[in-house]
């Protein structure tokens, strides 16, 4: 199975960022699958914003992500049981016909123009001219849409109408197959999500209207949405002191509108098929509790926004919607038989106005899909950073069985300059969620950036996770230090023994990494 991975607007890339990190953990749906199956993610960046500063972090961490599980597991789509265990892969490289491989959708007829050039506006006799100045204000029509359609989803449903004209949306028909999936994954109170959204499904829907092979298999696609919500607050001036263009105080209203035109064409109303069903699975998002002002830019300073709780939750609904049996997603004729619509409920903290939030606070559903393994890969990052070249240096006997970890290793090029990234990109990502106020998000014990340079409080096994016990022995805790993790991948190494070829010494420490930790946190933790 593909899972086609639409990611529209600036919400977009900052919740695929989320899943690319619980990706590499080895998070895996909680149903459906099994080691071996097989299963492709296909992210598509729909942004006209393309140096949009959190699109570009987010474009770099997929490149990183791609090259480091091509290192350690090849071209197999299969899942695996691992670390980075699910293939990410891209529209180019399924099509084999040597386009870029970026994972962004190529928006240059909408986002090299100003929005009066785009719909030929000097070219209009004077009575649609006087229509399109009722339908947009002087500022939208001089809008350079380089930097997106700042919050005008009226923009947008005119400029995303070529969406199937552009060779994007071919090389997706090309490979989409009947058993593959759609995700849509958009804010509702901005301007290109708002619009991409219902313009992504009435093109797939309609597909039948194309030349596409598969247009049969799009009508009857399986298809889930997470619709975001207001979330983040800005501020009312822009970087200049100027009123910007872009105001909290309109983000329930579009929300509000929006919603409205989705239950009649997109959502439906329960057992009305009047009114909409296009889309299977719709998983919606928000929070009331405003994150501290971010600054209003409207894209011309690169629109850089700290990481955010909602953001991690959101890409939870993508699991979510693998795990979905096809019987509950059927589709007949373009509507879905059974839609399923879905929020998300935490076990405590939102009731009892918590703000500081871990992965005990998750409910119990939501904690066995990612506990042990956003645990284990936060172990291995600290065990990565402050241990490893220690180990290296005094040759341990993990490191000396075959394939051979030499005391440079981590100057190789995979080590030092990808895995070593990921991993820095990774507590910069953990310490942004945790520095932003009032809705902390803090899994793990690390430095927010303004009191301290992100990075992790503490160089220890033992104290780095939150919200969690440990084991007891006769006398006191058990706690957990680099000796004990030594032991443990002496043990098993020797036991892997013959299970790498010379050159995968790659595989052969992330699945140390992997196992060792999962095993180590039932020996020394309680959760």
Same mark, same amino acid.
């Given at each position: ?8 607007? &600036? ?10 990190? @619980?990706?590499?953990?080895?998070? #895996? ?10 299963? @492709? ?32 597991? $090849?071209?197999?789509?299969? +899942? ?16 084999? =016909?040597?386009?870029?491989? /970026? ?36 500022? !939208? ?63 797939? *829907?309609?597909? *039948? ?37 872009? !105001? ?19 959502? &439906? ?6 009114? $909409? ?25 690169? #629109? ?13 609904? +993508?699991? /979510? ?8 997603? =059927?589709?007949? /004729? &373009? ?46 990052? +600290?065990?990565?950073?402050? !241990? ?42 953990? $310490? ?54 030594? $032991? ?40």
């Amino acid at each position: 199975m593909k899972l086609f991975l639409y990611l529209i607007g &600036g919400t977009g890339s900052r919740v695929l960022k989320p899943l690319i990190m @619980q990706l590499a953990a080895g998070v #895996q749906p909680e149903q459906g699958f099994k080691e071996g199956d097989e299963l @492709q993610i296909v992210p598509i960046v729909i942004d006209p914003h393309q140096t949009n500063a959190d699109l570009i972090r987010t474009q770099t961490l997929l490149s990183w992500y791609k090259d480091i599980r091509k290192e350690l597991y $090849g071209n197999d789509p299969g +899942i695996k049981k691992g670390f980075f265990g699910i293939k990410i892969t891209s529209l180019a490289e399924l099509d084999g =016909k040597g386009a870029k491989d /970026d994972f962004v959708f190529n928006l240059s007829g909408i986002s090299d123009k100003y929005f009066s050039e785009y719909i030929d506006y000097n070219h209009m006799d004077s009575s649609n001219q006087a229509l399109c100045q009722a339908l947009f204000s002087s500022d !939208q029509l001089s809008t350079k849409m380089d930097i997106g359609f700042v919050g005008s989803p009226n923009i947008g449903s005119v400029a995303l109408n070529s969406f199937t004209e552009s060779e994007e949306f071919e090389r997706f028909t090309n490979v989409f197959s009947k058993d593959d999936r759609i995700f849509i994954v958009s804010s509702i109170f901005g301007g290109t999500g708002a619009a991409g959204y219902p313009m992504i499904v009435k093109n797939i *829907r309609n597909a *039948r209207n194309t030349e596409a092979s598969t247009r049969g298999d799009l009508v009857d696609a399986r298809i889930g949405a997470l619709t975001v919500m207001p979330y983040f607050n800005v501020k009312s001036k822009d970087k200049d002191g100027l009123d910007s263009r872009i !105001q909290y105080s309109d983000f329930i209203a579009k929300t509000k509108s929006a919603l409205r035109y989705y239950k009649k064409n997109l959502t &439906g109303s329960g057992g009305d098929r009047n009114s $909409g069903n296009t889309v299977n699975a719709c998983y919606y998002l928000a929070d009331p509790i405003k994150s501290q002002p971010y600054d209003n830019d409207d894209g011309t300073y690169g #629109q850089k926004n700290i990481a955010h709780f909602v953001e991690f939750v959101g890409a939870l609904s +993508i699991f /979510d919607f693998l795990g979905l049996s096809d019987n509950i997603l =059927k589709t007949e /004729d &373009g509507r879905a038989e059974k839609p399923v619509y879905r929020e998300f409920g935490m076990k405590r903290g939102m009731n009892e106005g918590k703000t500081t939030i871990d992965l005990s606070d998750f409910g119990d559903k939501t904690r066995k899909i990612l506990q042990d393994k956003m645990y284990s890969f936060h172990l291995a990052y +600290i065990y990565y950073t402050y !241990q490893l070249q220690n180990d290296l240096d005094k040759k341990q006997r993990y490191t000396d069985d075959m394939p051979k970890m030499p005391k440079d290793m981590l100057k190789n090029p995979f080590f030092g300059d990808k895995l070593s990234n990921f991993f820095n990109d990774y507590i910069v990502w953990l $310490g942004e969620m945790y520095a932003n106020q009032p809705r902390c998000f803090s899994p793990f014990n690390v430095n927010n950036g303004i009191d301290a340079p992100y990075s992790s409080s503490t160089t220890l096994l033992n104290n780095s996770i939150s919200g969690i016990g440990h084991q007891k022995k006769t006398f006191g805790e058990k706690s957990l230090d680099f000796s004990d993790t030594l $032991g443990k991948f002496n043990k098993l190494s020797k036991d892997k023994s013959g299970n790498y070829t010379e050159n995968q010494q790659a595989l052969k420490l992330m699945d140390l990494f992997y196992q060792g930790f999962n095993e180590l946190l039932h020996e020394f933790f309680v959760y």
